[in-house]
């Protein structure tokens, strides 16, 4: 029993404390009404100034001569209210190494209050060669403009956070074929080109629209994803270029007007070439190039159009990155031996730190709104996995993109690495078979740990 000299004290603590309690819940209670899901966009040139060593062919005749049209970093940046996420698509052959991704992570986070950026690349063959480390100091300059002008740009996008409605869709195009041809009795011939447009099995048509329009109804970004190797150039072109994505996205930006970003999210494409690989300058590569980015690009702004974005009822952005490590294939001592008389000796020097070390692989996980599930693989994955991702995944719409934050070199099937052929086996396929798989039941799980179907593992 209270005193009744210490009732009215009493009384008015409790009075406080429930006063204080109500305060606290119309306080949440609003800030969760007032949470609203941010969106905003930018794009920087990223082409270097600089003659470089080209990426992905090692049968050319010498550094880059000049630009065909310019390589571009875009940003789109998502916000819930409570994490801020950037995707950032690069015109590159790969990502670049972690240590340079981390350089634009810390700074954002710290002048733009960006959690997290996540990095793709399309794989154009006709881009700069980049290495995952660089000695102390010795980092490209074109490399660090490059950061610092996709650092900036998302901190620009951060400057014009807005209120946004997101829209998705799907279309369909055809614009190349798997170049591993099986034969009956289980042999892999390459069909490296198909003018004729040959069908081919397994290919993925499908080309996925994620539409992000701003408060004021201008459409802010058209994310594309579709898988497809940009090599209708080969090696005979020394000039940097995005490749046929270059002309995707002159199909769609222009329509909407400006302001829109077009990024290009590459898919599962380790074993899919356009019709017109490799095309020599002197068949009119730039007119092919031009064209099959065109075709892509009709297809990509039909959806697109079609679309009509909503605002979220619960804006919610889940994401991680699950590091996965493998054990080499081959030995790389090994690799690098079979080299030697095959490629120059500074190509095995280039190629030296990429062989040997270690294969730490992240897994990218994004899960938009509950709705939308975003999953990538650091290299490149054969067409199956794209596929089988979106046939398992149980979010309601769902977007696979190879080249994800990092380079590990190919990811076969284990079927496709019993079969061999390129891609499948030897120097490019650098992790043990299986890792393609487990990367995808990591997605997998984590998709199902985001949407509460699954309890995360305690931690340790």
Not at 157 to 183: C, M, T, W, Y
Not at 357 to 366: E, H, M, R, S, W
Request: glycine share 10%; proline share 7%; aromatic share 8%.
């Amino acid at each position: 029993m209270i005193p009744s000299e210490r009732k009215p004290r009493v009384i008015l603590r409790l009075t406080r404390c429930l006063l204080a309690g109500l305060l606290l819940g119309l306080t949440c209670a609003s800030a969760l009404a007032a949470a609203e899901f941010r969106a905003a966009s930018a794009k920087a040139d990223i082409t270097p100034q600089e003659s470089f060593d080209l990426w992905g062919y090692a049968d050319r005749s010498g550094p880059s001569t000049g630009t065909r049209d310019p390589l571009f970093g875009k940003a789109l940046l998502l916000d819930d209210g409570t994490h801020r996420l950037a995707l950032v698509t690069l015109d590159l052959g790969r990502t670049f190494g972690v240590e340079s991704m981390d350089v634009v992570r810390r700074r954002v986070r710290g002048s733009a209050g960006v959690e997290q950026v996540f990095f793709f690349a399309s794989h154009t063959h006709s881009g700069p060669f980049i290495n995952d480390t660089y000695p102390k100091g010795k980092r490209p300059a074109w490399e660090e403009r490059a950061l610092d002008r996709i650092a900036a740009a998302i901190e620009q996008a951060s400057a014009r956070l807005q209120p946004a409605k997101l829209g998705v869709g799907e279309g369909d195009a055809l614009i190349g074929h798997n170049r591993r041809f099986v034969r009956p009795d289980g042999t892999v011939k390459m069909l490296w080109r198909n003018a004729t447009k040959t069908p081919t099995h397994p290919v993925d048509s499908r080309v996925g629209i994620l539409r992000v329009d701003g408060g004021d109804g201008r459409t802010l970004a058209v994310l594309v994803n579709y898988a497809c190797h940009p090599v209708v150039f080969g090696p005979d072109n020394l000039k940097y270029s995005a490749d046929y994505p270059s002309a995707m996205a002159g199909v769609v930006e222009p329509a909407f007007g400006a302001g829109t970003v077009c990024l290009f999210l590459q898919g599962a494409a380790g074993d899919i070439n356009p019709y017109f690989d490799k095309t020599p300058l002197a068949e009119d590569a730039e007119k092919l190039m031009q064209e099959t980015g065109r075709e892509l690009g009709r297809e990509a702004l039909r959806v697109a159009q079609s679309i009509v974005p909503k605002p979220p009822d619960k804006p919610e952005l889940q994401f991680a990155l699950d590091l996965r490590h493998f054990q080499h294939r081959y030995e790389p001592q090994a690799l690098l031996a079979q080299l030697k008389g095959q490629v120059k000796p500074e190509v095995i020097e280039r190629y030296r730190g990429y062989l040997t070390a270690p294969l730490d692989c992240p897994v990218t996980t994004l899960l938009i709104n509950r709705q939308i599930a975003l999953v990538g693989m650091p290299g490149e994955p054969f067409v199956e996995f794209g596929l089988a991702f979106r046939d398992r995944s149980p979010a309601a719409f769902s977007l696979f993109a190879g080249y994800a934050n990092g380079y590990h070199g190919y990811f076969p099937t284990i079927r496709a690495a019993v079969e061999g052929g390129y891609g499948a086996e030897g120097l490019v396929s650098r992790a043990e078979v299986g890792a393609g798989e487990t990367m995808l039941d990591t997605a997998l799980i984590r998709v199902h740990t985001m949407l509460g179907q699954l309890k995360p593992l305690p931690q340790r």
